[in-house]
C-alpha cells in the first residue's frame, strides 16, 4: 500500500506534486491546520503530516494516531509540534532549516524601514486623500545602532544587511564567539549593553524557556528611550501588555511586529497603537522561500517514507537506512554526550574534540560528529538538528576536531568528547555494550557506569562521608523519588561524582537547597531525549 500524506498548512503546490511523482498518495486541506477536531478525527488515516505554523500537533493530536510516522514542517521553528511527544510515540519530527531564512531577514529589514518612516500610517494616510506631509516626520537608519538579539542564520543575515545599509551592529548571543563576531563585522556584547546602546532592537532567537519574555518589563526599561523594537522570531519573546505601556510612555518610540503571543492574533495590547506595524506572522512568505521549504519537506518525506532514510530530523540523527541498523545507538550516544556538555557548558565554545576509539572508529563518524555537536547545540536551540548543528558550529568559529584510534583500553569502543572554551576543558566519555544501550563511562576523568536516563540530577563533591545520606535526605523530604544512583570518584578524598535518576525534571527549589548546603562543588539537572 502506497504511504499517505496529509498536508495541513497552506504549503506550495509543488509539494504535492513532488509527492504524487513519487508515488504517495496525498490530500492537500491547507486550512484544516486550523480545525482541531476534524484534524484529530483523520490523523489516523496518514503516514506523514506535512505542515507550517497553523497546524498544532500537541499530545493529545498525537493520541488520536498509531500510523502516524513522520512529521516534517515546512519551515524553521517548530514550536508548534510536542517533540518529546512525537518522540515518545516514535514519530520523526523534521525541519527545513535554512529555505525560508534569507526571506525572513528580509522581512526583518522591511519591517525596521517601516517603523522608521511610519510607512503604513503615511500609505493609509495617502490612500485616504488627505497629504499629511508633515505628520510623518521619520528618522534615519544611517549610523544607528541595530541591536540584534540572537545572531544566527537569521539573526547573521539580518546582521550583514544591516551594515550594508551602514548601521553600527550590537548582537548579544552567549553561543557567539569573539572571532566569529569580528569576522561578520559586529560587536558582541552583553543584554544589558545591547539594551542601553541600541537604536533599533531585533529579535532572531527561537522561543524556549530561556528566551521567553526577554524583553519583559524589567529589560523594557533598560532600553534607550526612544528605542524601536522589531519581532520576526516568536510571539512570547516581547511583552506585548509591557510594551504597549511603554509605548504608551513615549519610552518604546514604535514597533514591528510579524508574531504574537496568539495565533492567530485576532487582538493585541499592541494593535492600534500609532507607529505599531504588524503583519500577520509573513516572515517566510516570499514565493522563494515557500518552494525551497515545499520542495525540500516534500523529498524529505518522500524519502523516509520510501527509503527509512532520515534528513534533518529534530529527534533522530539523519543516516541512511543501512547505517541507521548498525549505528543507532552510537549515534544516539553521541547525542548524549553532546547534551551533556552542551547542559553544562554556559560560554562561549572555542572548540569540540571529538576521540573514537575501537571499533566505532570504523563507522560514519561525520554522521556521529553531526550528532555530538547537535546534542551540544541543543542546549541553546532545540530547533538545532543533525544536519543544521554543523554549519551553525562553523558559523560561530567553533573549530570540530576528529580523532580516531584503535582499540586502547578495556572496552571494546568507546567515544570522548570534549569541549573547549576560554575558560575551561571539559570531557566526557561513553560506550555503548551489546545490549544496544549507551552509558557515560568517564565523567572529569573519573570512571563511573551511568545508563542514560531522561531526567537525571549530576552533582560533584569532595569525598567526605554524608553526601549520599545528604542527597538521599534532600530528595525524600521534598518528595522526589530517586529511581537509580551512580557514583565514582577518583580516589578516597579526592573529587567524586554522583548521578541520581529521576521520574521528572528536577525542581529548581530542590537544587537552590542542594546548592545551599555547601556540601557541593556543582548541583546540576540534566535532561536527556531518551527515546
Ligand atoms: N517570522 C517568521 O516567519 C519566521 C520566524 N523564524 C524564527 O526565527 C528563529 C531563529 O531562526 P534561525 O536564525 O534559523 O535559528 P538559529 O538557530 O540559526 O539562530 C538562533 C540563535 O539564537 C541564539 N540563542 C539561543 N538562545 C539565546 C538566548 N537566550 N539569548 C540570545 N541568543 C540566543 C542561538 O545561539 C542562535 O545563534 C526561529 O527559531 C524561528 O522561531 C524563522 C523563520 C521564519
Ligand atoms: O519557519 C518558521 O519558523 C516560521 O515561523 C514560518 O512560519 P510559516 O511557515 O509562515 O507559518
Redesign the pocket.
Known amino acids: 500500500m502506497a504511504p499517505k500524506v496529509l498536508v495541513s ?1 497552506a504549503l506550495s503546490e509543488t509539494a504535492v506534486q513532488i509527492f504524487r511523482d513519487r508515488g504517495i498518495e496525498v490530500d492537500f486541506m491547507p486550512t484544516l491546520g486550523k480545525d482541531k477536531e476534524k484534524l484529530a478525527e483523520i490523523i489516523g488515516n496518514y503516514d506523514g503530516l506535512a505542515i ?3 497546524t498544532k500537533v500537541t499530545a493529545k493530536l498525537l493520541e488520536s494516531t498509531d500510523r502516524l510516522k513522520v512529521i516534517a514542517r ?4 517548530v514550536d508548534n509540534v510536542d517533540i518529546p511527544a512525537a518522540s515518545k510515540k516514535g514519530v520523526i519530527v523534521m525541519n527545513t532549516p535554512f529555505g ?1 531564512s534569507i526571506t525572513t531577514a528580509e522581512h526583518a529589514i522591511a519591517m525596521m524601514f517601516a517603523v522608521a518612516r511610519q510607512l503604513p500610517e503615511a500609505n493609509a494616510s495617502t490612500h485616504a486623500g488627505k497629504w499629511e506631509k508633515s505628520r510623518f516626520m521619520g528618522v534615519e537608519l544611517f549610523n544607528k545602532t541595530l541591536g540584534v538579539i540572537g545572531a544566527g542564520n537569521i539573526g547573521g543575515i539580518v546582521c550583514d544587511r544591516a551594515l550594508g545599509i551602514q548601521m553600527k551592529v550590537v548582537a548579544y548571543d552567549p553561543f557567539l564567539s569573539e572571532e566569529r563576531a569580528k569576522q561578520m563585522g559586529v560587536t558582541k556584547v552583553e543584554l544589558d549593553e545591547l539594551l542601553a546602546r541600541a537604536d533599533f532592537i531585533t529579535l532572531h532567537v527561537p522561543l524556549t524557556d530561556k528566551t521567553r519574555n526577554i524583553l519583559g518589563a524589567e529589560n523594557l526599561a533598560k532600553t534607550k528611550p526612544g528605542v524601536r523594537i522589531i519581532n520576526c522570531a516568536r510571539g512570547g519573546l516581547v511583552d506585548e501588555a509591557a510594551l504597549a505601556d511603554a509605548l504608551k510612555s513615549g519610552h518604546v518610540a514604535g514597533a514591528a511586529f510579524d508574531v504574537f503571543e496568539t495565533e492567530p492574533a485576532t487582538e493585541s495590547p499592541l494593535f492600534n497603537l500609532p507607529n505599531v506595524v504588524c503583519t500577520p ?1 509573513l ?3 516570499t514565493a522563494e522561500a515557500q518552494e525551497n521549504v515545499a520542495l525540500q519537506v516534500a523529498e524529505q518525506m518522500s524519502d523516509y517514507l520510501l527509503t527509512g532514510a532520515v534528513q534533518n530530523a529534530l529527534n533522530m540523527p539523519s543516516v541512511t537506512a543501512e547505517e541507521a541498523a548498525v549505528m543507532g545507538p552510537w549515534l544516539k550516544l553521541a547525542e548524549h554526550l553532546g547534551a551533556f556538555v552542551g547542559q553544562m557548558t554556559d560560554e562561549p565554545i572555542k572548540a569540540i574534540n571529538v576521540l573514537y576509539d575501537g571499533h566505532v572508529a570504523d563507522m560514519n563518524l561525520a554522521a556521529l560528529n553531526c550528532s555530538a555537536i547537535a546534542g551540544i547545540m541543543k542546549a541553546t536551540n532545540p530547533d538545532v538538528n543533525m544536519v543544521s548543528a554543523p554549519i551553525a558550529a562553523k558559523e560561530r568559529g567553533i573549530q570540530v576536531a576528529t580523532t580516531s584510534q584503535g582499540k586502547s583500553g578495556v572496552f571494546d569502543a568507546f567515544i570522548k568528547l570534549t569541549v573547549v572554551t576560554d575558560k575551561r576543558e571539559r570531557s566526557i566519555a561513553g560506550t555503548c555494550f551489546s545490549d544496544g544501550k549507551p552509558r557515560f563511562i568517564q565523567i572529569k576523568g573519573i570512571n563511573i557506569d551511568a545508563e542514560i536516563g531522561a531526567h537525571m540530577l549530576y552533582t560533584t563533591n569532595e569525598d567526605v562521608p554524608g553526601i549520599i545520606g545528604l542527597l538521599g535526605m534532600t530528595m525524600a523530604k521534598n518528595e522526589v523519588n530517586i529511581a537509580n544512583f551512580t557514583l565514582g570518584r577518583t580516589g578516597e578524598g579526592k573529587e567524586a561524582i554522583a548521578i541520581l535518576y529521576l521520574d521528572q525534571p528536577m525542581d529548581q527549589k530542590v537544587v537552590k537547597l542542594l546548592e545551599g548546603t555547601g556540601m557541593f562543588l556543582q548541583v546540576k539537572p540534566l535532561e536527556f531525549d531518551v527515546i
Open positions: 498548512d507550517r505554523s497553523n515546512a519551515g524553521i521553528g525560508n506572522h516572515g517566510a512568505s
